[in-house]
Structure formats: C-alpha cells, structure tokens
C-alpha cells in the first residue's frame, strides 16, 4: 500500500531550503541613493542603488529593487537625490594643527616652521591643546566626507582618543624629531613613549598606531633607521614627509652624496609599509625605488601649491603603478582646512598644468586616489576603499539637490569638479551613523568652536610674550 502523502513533510524536507533562499535576510541598516558609485574593480556605477550592512561590514551593494526585495533592516535611510561614495581617505594631515589656523601664511616652509610653527607648538602645545584641536578637526573631517585620515603629530595617544570619541578611523603617528618638543626632549625618549602607545592601540578597531619621524632634515641617521625598527617590530606603518622641497633634496646631495629618496633607502626607512608624504622633488630613478619598495605617496596638492613647494610628478607615479593617495596637509599655513574634495579637485587640474596636457588625471582617477588609492596607500585595499561585500562599512551620502549640483551628465565629473566637502549629508564609518543631515552624532560641535575660539587667545598672547632670555 502507498503511504499517504505527508505534505507537511514534503514542505520541511524539500521546499523550506527554497523558501529560505527568497526569504529576506537581517541588515542592520540600508542605504540607497539617486547612485551608488563603487570604486570596485569594475567601478561600477549603480543608479538606484542600495548598500545593506550588518554590524561593521557591507553585506550588498545592488539596485534598491533588488536589496530591497533581498534584505530587510530596521534603518533605512532612502535619498533619491545623492549618491553614495566610499568614505574618503585622507592620506596625510596634522590634526591638532586646526588651532593654529591662519596663525601665519605666505611664508616659506622653512620661515613658517622656524619662526612661528615650532615657537608657537613649544608654547602652547599640552595634551588638552592636542585632544581640543584633534576633536575640532574630527568634526570639520567628517563633516566633509573624510572617514579615515593619517596623522602625524605630538600626544598622539590624545589624538587616538579624539578619533574613537568621534567615531572615525585613523592611522595615527607621534612624530619623533631631532630636537626638544612639547612630548619629549630626545628622539630616544619619544621612542620609548610610542613603543607603549603602539601596545595600546595594536589591536583597536578605528586606530592604527605608527611611527612618524618627521623628515630626513630634523632626524639623525640613527633615529630615523630605530623608527623602521620599532615600526616593524610591530608591523605598524611608518609615516614621514619626503622630498618635500628643492632644498631638502640640494642638502641631502651635498650632505650624503645622494637624493633623499636614494638616502632613505639606503637607510632602510622603506624596508616595510611606509607612507611618503609630498615626494614632490623626485626624478624616475627615485620613483623607481618608491614603486620597488611599495611606499605609498600622499599627496598633497594645497599644500604643494601654498608652500610652492613645487608639483609631485603624479600623472608619472600612477602610470608607473606606484601608490597615491591624498592629503590636506597641515590647517595652520599649508592649506588651511580638510577639504578631501578640494583636494582631488585640485590634484586632477595641478597635473593638467604641470603637463600642459588636461587629459591627464581625469575625474575617475582623481577620486581614485581619495578612495582606493588611498586604502593602498595605508595598506588597507583589503578591507577599505570602495563600497563591496565584506568591506567595512565607511560611507558617504552627497546631496546632489544644491545648484552646483545640477545639471548632470557624469557623476565622476560632478564630485570632482562641481561638488564640496559641504555637500557631504550623512556619514557612516565601522556600521554606525556619525554624520545625519550634515550634523555630528558624535561630537559636541557648539563646544569644540567655543573652545577653539578660547585657544585663539591663548595662542595669540603666546606669540606676543617675549621669550625667556637664556644666558
Ligand atoms: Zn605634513
């Protein structure tokens, strides 16, 4: 006899699977937009796209139609008229440095470190001065689409701690230099002080910790080959400024009988990941040796261009393959603020001058450098940089509704060449909101410009008080 046919069963055994398949999975949260613009290996483009999340990481990145009807998520978050880029990566800047702003420009490097920088940093720099001007430049980054930045700076355990209260990512360097400053009187002392700092940040989700000897002109041989050292002892990224002037370049020649990049080498200083900021005084043989060693060049076009310091030979680097990615530099008189989309701009028409050709650097390439390329460039393609699953979940929602915004033809060309860091409306960095609607979540901004307004003063009464004579 035939048993009867058990359609429950039926049902459990061979359907359910199926139904699983189609049924709707948990995100924490969507994202969707007018378009999602990846900056994958195909740099995809999606208009009407979504981008589901779960906890820290993208689960989807699909057509609103298709994440909708695949995902479910208690936050949904639906603007028709922006697009969604990967979080900007800002490859070189000095965070504290915001309280210094407008302190003192059109001045030579030398002449703005010399006489104003390195006096003003030796009176006021403490570590509440570090947290305050690391918080005010925290809420200017991500209210301009900035995610992650890289840092070089004093205190920068203070610096961490801002970072982390704002719910951004960073990789942080305390600056070893070769003479007295606010954290420490030797570059011995200034090591021994990372070492520690770099045992409490290894492991921490937003923060990488590094070593940041300042430049090959105010650090010894010595140090700058103990830097590498400690920073591969730990496997964390060195980060310093090369061939930032002619003149660093003439001194090293005269001093070593060879280019810095050349002399670096030969120290050792890229024997690891190494983050090179400026390499604007480079000639082929030296952009040989950055692409052999894997060091990544942070760019800096404002500040390039402020300092005159001259134009880095990007067009060269990115056809040879070697790693760019972009930096504001410094907010007291190489820039003067932390505009990431002021400066792809100005990286993709600087090259456009320096070869006379303006099919150099196109729009794409140039946000390139401020997404991907600058996850190369801290070492970090793997999981940041571009908008796929598995990647953490760093994001930003740029309103398209405002009249520079309209019309558009090329979405690359409008984030380059017509939209601001301003337009930047929501922000996610790690899974978890901390820009809506152009407002911090994270961070108290009435505060902070009360109190950046309050270390104006100070700093100016700083400058006016005679130094101590010593005999
Ligand atoms: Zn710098």
């Known amino acids: 006899m035939f048993r009867s046919f058990d359609k429950s069963a039926f049902i459990c055994v061979y359907l359910w699977p199926i139904l699983l398949c189609h049924a709707a999975q948990p995100a924490d949260q969507i994202w969707s937009a007018r378009y999602v613009v990846t900056m994958d290996a195909e740099h995809r483009v999606i208009e009407n796209g979504a981008v589901a999340v779960r906890g820290s990481h993208i689960v989807a990145v699909d057509t609103r139609a298709n994440i909708n009807s695949r995902y479910t998520a208690p936050n949904h978050l639906d603007r028709t008229e922006a697009v969604l880029i990967p979080g900007l990566i800002d490859t070189h800047t000095h965070a504290a440095m915001s309280l210094f702003r407008g302190i003192a420009d059109d001045l030579t490097l030398q002449d703005w470190l010399e006489h104003y920088i390195f006096p003003a940093e030796a009176r006021n720099v403490t570590p509440d001065f570090v947290l305050w001007g690391t918080r005010l430049a925290c809420l200017e980054m991500m209210l301009s689409g900035t995610t992650t930045f890289t840092d070089m700076y004093y205190f920068e355990d203070r610096v961490a701690e801002a970072t982390k209260e704002a719910g951004m990512r960073g990789v942080l360097g305390e600056t070893i230099i070769g003479f007295p400053v606010p954290d420490a009187k030797t570059p011995k002392d200034s090591l021994a002080w990372t070492e520690g700092y770099i045992q409490r940040y290894r492991n921490d989700p937003l923060v990488t910790p590094a070593v940041a000897p300042h430049a090959l002109y105010t650090n010894s041989a010595e140090t700058l080959k103990a830097c590498r050292a400690l920073a591969n002892k730990y496997s964390v990224p060195l980060v310093i400024h090369?061939?930032?002037?002619?003149?660093?370049?003439?001194?090293?020649?005269?001093?070593?009988?060879?280019?810095?990049?050349?002399?670096?080498?030969?120290?050792?200083?890229?024997?690891?990941?190494?983050?090179?900021a400026h390499c604007v005084w480079v000639d082929r043989a030296d952009m040989g040796i950055l692409l052999k060693s894997n060091v990544g060049v942070a760019h800096c076009p404002s500040s390039n261009m402020k300092l005159a310091s001259g134009i880095a030979p990007i067009a060269q680097m990115l056809a040879m393959g070697i790693h760019v990615g972009l930096g504001p530099d410094g907010p007291a008189g190489s820039n003067n603020d932390f505009d990431m989309m002021e400066e792809m701009n100005l990286a993709a028409d600087l090259q456009k001058v320096a070869t006379g050709d303006p099919r150099v650097v196109p729009a794409e390439q140039a946000l390139e450098m401020a997404t991907m390329g600058g996850a190369r460039v801290i070492g970090r393609e793997h999981d940041l940089g571009s908008l796929e699953a598995g990647k953490l979940a760093d994001m930003v929602m740029i309103r398209l509704d405002r009249p520079h915004a309209v019309p558009l033809y090329n979405i690359y060309s409008q984030l380059v060449y017509a939209l601001k860091g301003s337009d930047a409306r929501d922000v996610m960095v790690n899974g978890r909101v901390i820009v809506s609607d152009s407002r911090s979540l994270?961070?108290?901004?009435?505060?902070?410009?009360?109190?950046?307004?309050?270390?104006?003063?100070?700093v100016e009464q700083s400058l006016h008080t005679p130094k101590a004579v010593s005999h």
Do not use: H
């Not at 061939?243 to 020649?253: F, P, S, V």
């Not at 902070?448 to 309050?454: D, L, P, S, V």
């Open 242 to 276: 090369v061939a930032e002037t002619r003149k660093e370049n003439d001194d090293c020649l005269k001093q070593n009988g060879v280019r810095a990049v050349p002399w670096l080498n030969s120290l050792g200083v890229f024997n690891g990941r190494t983050v090179a």
């Open 442 to 458: 994270t961070l108290d901004s009435g505060v902070i410009i009360t109190k950046a307004r309050e270390y104006r003063s100070r």
